[in-house]
């Protein structure tokens, strides 16, 4: 594997392969110790135009435990803001030889485009309304830890579709591992055509009580402004997951960050059927799992470097 | 006394025997090996082939296996001057038509400033005396900076030669304002030709809405967007007994509302271009930002209802839309990218190879196509026909190339089919009876 890009790339060996290797790292998280010399030398890069607390700093932390170095570049206070282009920024950045490159854009199809432009390894960290591979693959690292198997599991995702890239790729990676994915959220928010991905669609959460797994989606408050919603308050009364909507039998995710009272109640939030902490957890290992596939065994991405010595 | 539609730059009118050829003229139902000869720019002489001889002074041209057809009228195009000559120039922008074998192209009034004054379309067709290698006739714009408030000096653009009214780029949004033009039109003449897009549908979209767009999360732009409008502006065209074009349709729905329109005796016309007709949103799917054109490419269904359309007439001609962006424009992600592909320098090899060559469409309906916009801007079309100017196009029907791989006259090569391998290559072109474009391998044989 060359690139992380998207969900759609991969197929279900490849999303094992990535989701095992993370189980092995999981036991380096609870060492007092927590890194391992795997990555030493190489170099990350961390090339973020959106605000992002949690992916980047889990990508930082994931890099750093295997001893990578790791740079991070937001596109606020930066050459960005003086006009420079993606493509320019990524070259430029590009001359310190970065080994991978996390990148995270509001365009659909960045993290593809610059793969074109650089030779170090592109993981994208989310691009727009398209793709945000590594939460995928870290869903089902949680999934697979609490079900044991996915297949054959009725997965409901709920919220605001149109705008979730994490609802695109968990559609994809979910379906990939056996799953039956169900989508349903408020007919304004359920994208024309979502159909061809293969899930299927509820405007209404009257059937939910079928699912093994309700996955939440956040609410933006700006899809108000652009009126693609009545009020939040009707968003609440139709598909907010409560206690009266999640039954006992039921596991609860959700990509973060959460509006408590919003599209989930606090109770369930705070409910052991929620599994959003581990999923938190768990994006640190994937992270390290996708990062290890990309780099670790590859000859260096820049060969005109001098090669650093392994140490095991 | 109003200025002459069309402004061809300096030109030496050809006399030339082109011996030999293949004349194809469907408006005179013309096809037939022929000697042309061609004195001082006007079609002199139509004779059975090998029988004329090239006297002194005439260039021969030995068109064996060629075809000679009526050169192409290209009802709209995008010249990018004055303001963005790093994207065109009316230099470069009628090369590249006239080595698509166009002898005459409408030029979009969206330039920077807007062409919205008298002033300004005097000035740009002084440059196109200079610089057209193929005449050019120039829209005005509607209303003021394409704003959608103000209506231009509507009759004042007329009498400067303005060849009709557009917004192009940009849908005129209110009912209120196109009523208006429409009004006036009855004053100063002149063709509205309409963009048709209602803002509140297609809300900064990228793509058409679809499987694809939500495959890709790029916002989509329903295709309700532009029949709705097409079907409101019918209306108010025939309220006012008024005469609109409509622009480069993109779907079923819009075809269905012209069909309409017309079946009512309204006067309407309508363009389809070439992406529209062989591409559809499938060809999103990759993000490639030369695919991505306004109106969006459509649906399949979309796409086979464009094809009917042209083969039924509902559709009048072939417009290519040539939007020329610079490379730097065009290199970023899909959603910041602008809209548009050029299209001048392949639009008759790629509608050839994909529409004709698998008996799609004939050739009769294709060249007639590419020639009848003249006549919905009321101006004549082409003909090969004695005491005629010369607006001929050479074409080998069977020569192969790759779109691109020798580079592009337009400035710009954001071109939708580069890289195709395509069939029927444009050998020559006479555009008001000067040579205008001849392929560099093309050789005399003698002079």
């Known amino acids: 594997m060359n690139h992380l890009l998207s969900i759609e790339d991969l197929d279900r060996a490849a999303i094992e392969r990535i989701v095992e290797q993370a189980e092995r790292f999981a036991e380096v998280s609870d060492r007092e110790i927590k890194k391992v010399p795997t990555l030493r030398g190489r170099m990350v890069l961390n090339l973020f135009y959106e605000a992002s607390t949690r992916t980047r700093s889990s990508f930082e932390i994931a890099a750093k435990r295997l001893s990578a170095d790791v740079v991070n570049f937001a596109s606020s206070g930066s050459s960005v803001e003086k006009g420079e282009s993606l493509k320019d920024t990524v070259l430029t950045l590009s001359a310190h030889k970065p080994d991978a490159i996390v990148l995270r854009t509001p365009w659909a199809g960045a993290a ?25 693959l870290l869903d089902v690292y949680t999934l697979r830890r609490h079900l044991g198997e996915i297949s054959g599991a009725s997965i409901w995702i709920v919220g605001d579709i149109t705008h979730s890239r994490v609802a695109r790729s968990n559609i994809l990676a979910f379906q990939k591992m056996g799953a039956k994915v169900t989508v349903a959220g408020p007919p304004t928010l359920i994208p024309r055509g979502i159909e061809a991905l293969g899930c299927e669609v509820r405007y209404s959460l009257e059937e939910i009580t079928g699912a093994d797994v309700v996955y939440a989606l956040r609410m933006q408050r700006e899809r108000m402004i652009e009126s693609s919603l009545p009020s939040l308050r009707e968003y609440v009364a139709c598909y907010q997951i409560n206690a009266r909507r999640l039954s006992a039998r039921q596991v609860l995710m959700h990509p973060g960050p959460v509006n408590r009272g919003i599209e989930l109640s606090g109770e369930v939030i705070d409910s052991p059927r929620a599994l959003i902490t581990a999923q938190v957890e768990a994006g640190v290992v994937v992270r390290m799992a996708v990062l290890y596939e990309l780099l670790a065994g590859t000859p260096e991405r820049n060969p005109s470097q001098a090669p650093e010595p392994q140490l095991a | ?50 029988t004329l001889e090239a006297k002194d002074g005439f260039e021969l041209l030995d068109g064996k296996g060629r075809h000679l057809l009526p050169a192409f009228f290209d009802p709209h195009v995008h010249l990018r001057t004055p303001g963005q000559e790093h994207k065109e120039d009316l230099e470069t922008g009628t090369r590249a038509a006239a080595a698509g ?24 067709r002084e440059s196109a005396a200079r610089e057209a290698r193929v005449p050019i006739g120039f829209m005005g714009a509607i209303t003021r900076g394409l704003a959608g408030e103000e209506l231009t000096d509507m009759q004042e653009l007329r009498e400067l030669g303005a060849v009709g009214f557009t917004d192009d780029g940009h849908p005129v949004a209110s009912a209120g304002m196109l009523r208006r033009a429409l009004a006036y039109q009855r004053l100063c003449g002149g063709v509205l030709s309409l963009h048709e897009e209602d803002p509140s549908l297609s809300r900064g979209g990228s793509m058409h809405e679809g499987e694809v767009s939500a495959r890709l999360g790029v916002r989509g732009i329903p295709s309700v967007s532009e029949s709705t409008m097409v079907a409101r502006d019918a209306a108010l065209a025939a309220y006012e007994n008024g005469r609109v074009h409509f622009q480069h349709l993109s779907c079923a729905s819009s075809v269905h509302a012209v069909a309409a329109a017309k079946a009512d005796g309204i006067r309407v016309s309508a363009e389809v271009t070439p992406h529209h007709l062989l591409l559809s949103d499938r060809d999103v799917l990759k993000l490639d930002t030369r695919m991505k054109v306004n109106p969006p490419l459509c649906g399949e269904e979309d796409r086979e209802a464009l094809i009917e359309g042209l083969r039924d007439g509902t559709i009048d001609c072939v417009a290519t839309d040539h939007a020329p962006h610079a490379r730097d424009e065009k290199e970023v992600p899909f959603e910041q990218a602008p809209m548009g592909t050029t299209g001048l320098e392949t639009a008759f090899a790629a509608l050839y190879t994909q529409l004709v060559l698998p008996g799609v469409i004939d050739l009769d309906l294709l060249v007639r196509r590419m020639t009848a916009g003249a006549a919905l801007f009321d101006l004549p079309v082409f003909a090969v026909e004695v005491g005629q100017p010369a607006n001929l196009t050479l074409i080998d029907l069977d020569a192969e190339w790759v779109a691109g791989e020798q580079g592009w006259e337009s400035r710009s090569d954001n071109c939708c089919f580069a890289g195709r391998r395509l069939r029927g290559r444009v050998l020559l072109t006479i555009a008001d009876g000067a040579v205008a474009y001849r392929e560099r391998a093309f050789s005399v044989v003698s002079v």
Request: aromatic share 4%; glycine share 8%.
């Open chain 2, 101 to 124: 074998g166009f002898a005459a192209v409408i030029a979009m009034p969206n330039t920077d400033p807007v062409t919205d004054s008298g002033p300004l379309l005097r000035s740009l």
């Open chain 1, 112 to 136: 593809e485009l610059i793969s074109r432009w650089c030779s170090a390894a592109v993981v994208n960290a989310g691009d727009g309304k398209h793709e945000h591979p590594t939460q995928a």
């Open chain 2, 1 to 50: 006394m109003a200025s002459p539609p069309l402004i061809h730059g300096p030109h030496r009118a050809a006399s030339m025997l082109l011996r030999d050829v293949h004349l194809f003229d469907p408006w005179r139902g013309l096809d037939a090996r022929k000697d042309v000869l061609v004195r001082e720019g006007e079609i002199a002489e139509i004779a059975a082939a090998l």
